[in-house]
């Protein structure tokens, strides 16, 4: 079946420092979504890319689908704090809407 | 609108017990989600519904586990009997039927099962 693997597993930086999470598909994606779930919290949706090497920014988090439409990544800028957590990206099973969750990266930042 | 909400929070139960996990989702929303969360296996779907319906149960791991949606504002998760291995996080989520699809998690209920 389809798997969506994510690494690295944990990252540590200083605060300040950038942070990148990369997200790979063992299939062709129509879609990609990514999720960010805060120590003992829920996912929370952050954003969805469509387009084959589509670019989005939201502030300091830049998300980018490769043109393969097999890959994705998440880069943070300049980590604060408020950025801790455990960012998940997700894809579509073919022609459903069963999304598999990646394996999600654990950021942590030290201050 | 107050997102979804799933209860209890917090689930002690005994090894042989029967679990129920309850779910209401948001307002308006066509699907709902239910997943599991453990350090092992990360973040699995378990099953979910289109309207009430169920479309795909393929992540169920057992007869043990069932789920329902008799209407649109509720749902329940089923564990009977429940064993330490399901000890973990379950969540529920919903979404609308258009783009992003973006889904909306609830808090999540944590089982222990001793």
């Known amino acids: 079946g389809q798997q969506v693997m994510q690494i690295p597993q944990y990252q540590h930086v200083q605060e300040g420092e950038d942070f990148t999470t990369y997200c790979n598909s063992s299939?062709?994606?129509?879609?990609i979504q990514w999720y960010k779930q805060r120590p003992g919290g829920h996912p929370v949706f952050l954003i969805q890319l469509v387009k084959s090497g589509e670019v989005k920014k939201q502030k300091r988090l830049t998300f980018q689908f490769g043109e393969a439409k097999k890959n994705s990544s998440l880069h943070i800028t300049a980590t604060q704090t408020t950025d801790v957590g455990t960012y998940f990206c997700a894809g579509p099973d073919s022609g459903t809407y069963k999304y598999i969750f990646g394996t999600g990266t654990r950021l942590k930042v030290l201050a | 609108d107050a997102g979804v909400i799933q209860s209890p929070r917090h689930e002690v139960t005994e090894m042989g017990q029967e679990v129920t996990l309850r779910c209401k989702p948001i307002s308006g929303h066509d699907y709902l989600f239910w997943y599991r969360q453990t350090m092992m296996r990360g973040l699995e779907l378990l099953i979910y519904?289109?309207?009430?319906?169920?479309?795909?149960d393929s992540g169920m791991p057992e007869d043990r586990f069932s789920a329902k949606m008799p209407n649109a504002s509720f749902s329940t998760l089923k564990i009977q009997p429940s064993e330490p291995r399901d000890s973990a996080v379950y969540f529920c989520?919903?979404?609308?039927?258009?783009?992003?699809?973006?889904?909306?998690f609830g808090p999540g209920t944590r089982l222990t099962v001793t």
């Open positions: 519904f289109n309207n009430n319906v169920p479309i795909d």
């Open positions: 989520a919903s979404s609308l039927d258009r783009a992003p699809y973006e889904q909306y």
């Open positions: 299939t062709t994606l129509s879609n």
